[in-house]
C-alpha cells in the first residue's frame, strides 16, 4: 500500500462524499479508489467507512481519523509550499566557508556585486584556513585549495590553479644571496606556512628530476598573509602561490628565485555536498566563482 496515496484517497472519499466523484478528482479508476480504501482500513484495523451500492457515510472511528488525515496532509502542504519561493529563484541564507588569503586578494571585493544582483540571497561568509566538514557545520559550500584533492563524497568543482614561486625581498636576497639550486635552500632563512600540504617539504622540478627539500625554519605561521609581510621585511624566503605576490613582484617589493624549476601547484576547488536538487542559491554562487577566478 502506498499509505500516502491511500490517505489522499481517504480524504478525497470522505469530503466528496462519494468513491467516483474521489476517482474522477484523483485520476483513480473506482476500482483502485475502493481497493485503497480497504488496505487503509486493514492498516489501522478498523472499518472507516460504510457503504453499500447506494450511500456511504463515515464511522465514528472514521471521523476521528479523518480529522488527523487533514491535518496531516495540509501540514505536508504547507512545507512544500515554505519551499516553493526557494525553488523559484535564488534566495535564503548561503553559508560558506572560504581561505582567508584567497577570500581577501581574489574574491571579497567582488562580494557586494554578487549580493546585488542576488537581493534575495544573505550571505554568511566564514574565512577559516582549515579545513571545514560541510555537513556536521551545516556549509552550503567551502572553497578548498589543495595540492591533491583527497578522496570525498563531496561534489568538488575547480575554479582556478595557483602556481608557486620561491621569492623574497631584494634586501633579503642582497645579504644572503640567492640560491643557484633547490639543495642551497639548506642554508637560507625559510619562513613557513603552516596549513600548507607541502609545509615541510618543498618540492621543485626540472628537466625530468625532482629535488624535495626539508622546510629549515625559525618561522612558521598559520597566515599566508603573515609569511608575505615577514617576506616584505626582508626576513627570509619563502613558496607562495603567485596571486598572493602578485603585486610585490610587479612593484618591485619582491623578487623570484630558482625561476627556471618549477614548483608545487595549488589548485583551488568549490567542494559542496551533492549535485542533486542544488538549491538555486548554490548553483549561482557556483557560477559567480567561476566567473571571479576566470577574470584572475
Known amino acids: ?13 470522505a469530503e466528496l462524499n462519494g468513491f467516483a466523484a474521489a476517482g474522477r478528482r484523483l485520476g483513480l479508476s473506482p476500482a483502485a479508489v475502493s481497493k485503497n480504501i480497504a488496505e487503509l482500513e486493514a492498516h489501522v484495523g478498523a472499518r472507516l467507512i460504510n457503504r453499500t451500492t447506494r450511500r456511504m457515510a463515515l464511522t465514528e472511528e472514521g471521523r476521528i481519523y479523518l480529522e488527523h488525515v ?7 502542504s504547507e512545507a512544500d509550499e515554505a519551499l516553493s519561493p526557494l525553488r523559484k529563484g535564488p534566495s535564503g541564507t548561503l553559508r560558506v566557508s572560504a581561505p582567508v588569503t584567497v577570500t581577501l586578494t581574489r574574491l571579497s571585493a567582488a562580494i557586494p556585486r554578487f549580493l546585488s544582483r542576488y537581493p534575495q ?27 591533491s584533492l583527497e578522496d570525498t563524497n563531496l561534489v568538488a568543482r575547480k575554479l582556478a590553479a595557483m602556481p608557486h614561486v620561491l621569492c623574497a625581498a631584494p634586501s633579503y636576497f642582497e645579504a644572503n644571496g640567492r640560491p643557484r639550486g633547490p639543495s642551497d635552500l639548506k642554508s637560507h632563512e625559510c619562513v613557513r606556512f603552516s596549513l600548507s600540504g607541502h609545509a615541510d617539504v618543498w618540492e621543485f622540478k626540472k628537466d625530468g628530476r625532482t629535488e624535495r627539500i626539508p622546510v629549515n625554519t625559525r618561522y612558521s605561521v598559520a597566515s599566508s ?12 624566503l619563502s613558496l607562495m602561490p603567485y596571486p598572493y605576490v602578485e603585486d610585490d613582484l610587479r612593484e618591485g617589493r619582491l623578487q623570484c628565485a630558482l625561476e627556471d624549476w618549477s614548483a608545487v601547484e595549488t589548485t583551488l576547488y568549490a567542494i559542496y555536498p551533492s549535485r542533486q536538487h542544488l538549491a538555486p542559491k548554490i548553483q549561482v554562487f557556483l557560477a559567480f566563482l567561476a566567473e571571479e577566478f576566470s577574470r584572475s
Open 1 to 13: 500500500m502506498d499509505r500516502f496515496t491511500a490517505l489522499q484517497v481517504f480524504r478525497h472519499v
Open 70 to 76: 487533514v491535518r496531516g496532509l495540509d501540514a505536508f
Open 121 to 147: 540571497i544573505t550571505l554568511n561568509l566564514h574565512l577559516d584556513d582549515r579545513r571545514v566538514d560541510l555537513i556536521q557545520e551545516g556549509f552550503d559550500l567551502a572553497i578548498r585549495g589543495s595540492d
Open 225 to 236: 598573509l603573515a609569511v608575505r609581510d615577514a617576506l616584505r621585511e626582508g626576513f627570509g
